[in-house]
């Protein structure tokens, strides 16, 4: 079984650029988490996101959205990148939320440097 | 809410020697309870958890860690280390409720000495 994909593996922008990163669940899992992880607030909730529809909020600013599409594959989109925003930003796919103890997988991750 | 602290930033240990990797937690709820490592540029994977049941926990790769309710602790063992252990370790918890969101901890940096 295929694990967690996220693309792309590396990506460098400059301050006020936009972002788009994708992350491809493992098959039959139709919930999708985002973490940002930096040195300094280690890892940190974005959002979540289950049958299209987003079922939790970190505490991030409206510059940082998300959607999920059908076939449960992901998209988060940053707008108006700032330098803080440079981070390893991380998927967790899960079967569904509410199953008890259910594991969430992590794909490998997409690091992004703001210029 | 919860709380994750992991009290130790950085663990060097020898090669073949135990080693012990802390966490306690907070929260207000019930949690599971998690510990996943993170190898250099790659994403976490998870070692193990703690749902219910045994308070002894084994994983993969040798590790094990024990859950203390009455101390809100999660530490994480193991015997014997190998240089490929070296790795950024974390703790993490979910509520009962909804399994997500996961909150962990700052990590522990394992580094095995040879």
């Known amino acids: 079984k295929a694990g967690v994909t996220q693309t792309p593996r590396y990506l460098i922008k400059t301050r006020g650029q936009q972002v788009t990163l994708s992350c491809s669940p493992i098959?039959?899992?139709?919930?999708v988490s985002w973490y940002q992880q930096t040195p300094g607030q280690g890892l940190q909730f974005l959002f979540e996101?289950?049958?299209?529809?987003?079922?939790n909020k970190g505490n991030f600013p409206g510059r940082f959205s998300g959607r999920q599409f059908s076939n449960s594959r992901s998209e988060m989109n940053v707008s108006t990148l700032e330098l803080g925003d440079s981070a390893l930003y991380l998927c967790a796919s899960l079967r569904e939320p509410g199953l008890a103890g259910d594991t969430q997988y992590f794909g490998p991750g997409t690091r992004l440097t703001v210029l | 809410a919860q709380s994750v602290t992991q009290l130790d930033s950085q663990v060097p240990v020898f090669e073949e020697a135990p080693v012990e990797l802390r966490c306690n937690y907070s929260s207000s709820v019930s949690v599971y309870l998690f510990w996943y490592v993170q190898y250099p540029n790659q994403g976490l994977q998870l070692l193990l958890k703690y749902l219910s049941g045994s308070t002894l926990v084994k994983g993969i790769n040798g590790f094990e860690a024990e859950f203390n309710k009455s101390q809100t602790s999660f530490h994480l063992r193991k015997p014997s280390v190998h240089i490929s252990d070296t790795a950024e370790y974390f703790c993490a918890v979910s509520a009962f409720s909804g399994n997500t969101p996961l909150v962990f901890g700052k990590g522990t940096r394992l580094s095995v000495i040879a």
């Open positions: 996101y289950f049958s299209e529809t987003q079922r």
């Open positions: 098959s039959g899992h139709r919930s």
